[in-house]
Nanobody, 123 residues
């Protein structure tokens, strides 16, 4: 499994950004795709996850309403739409994948990781 995250950049507070994660190497039916982030000096934290089959979504409470995860089955791509960005959203964002084990909020449950894409939000 290969995951390639892209779409990061420098934006201003209040702007929107969409991250993409291109997945390849297998069919992803039965998998869960997640987004995590790690800010400088902080631990990695869960952002959102989506079941590849069925599309059910899960969010960290602090990001629900501003962030939206989706997937494109045809293109094997997962997206993270981020709206009303704040300086505290500055982090490296990683996409990850697991064969659905029902535990989505911890990075240790994910077996495959992309390389990360940097999002910087200026005030």
């Amino acid at each position: 499994v290969q995951l390639q995250a892209s779409g990061g950049g420098l934006v201003q507070a209040g702007d929107s950004l969409r991250l993409s994660c291109a997945a390849s190497g297998r069919t992803f039916s039965g998998y869960v795709m997640g987004w995590f982030r790690q800010a400088p000096g902080k631990e990695r934290e869960f952002v959102a996850a989506i079941r590849w089959s069925g599309g059910r979504t899960y969010y960290a409470g602090s990001m629900k309403g501003r962030f939206a995860i989706s997937r494109d089955n045809t293109g094997n791509t997962v997206y993270l739409q981020m709206n009303n960005l704040k300086p505290e959203d500055t982090a490296v964002y990683f996409c990850a994948a697991q064969f659905d084990n029902g535990r989505y909020y911890s990075g240790s449950e994910y077996h495959y990781w992309g390389q990360g894409t940097l999002v910087t939000v200026s005030s």
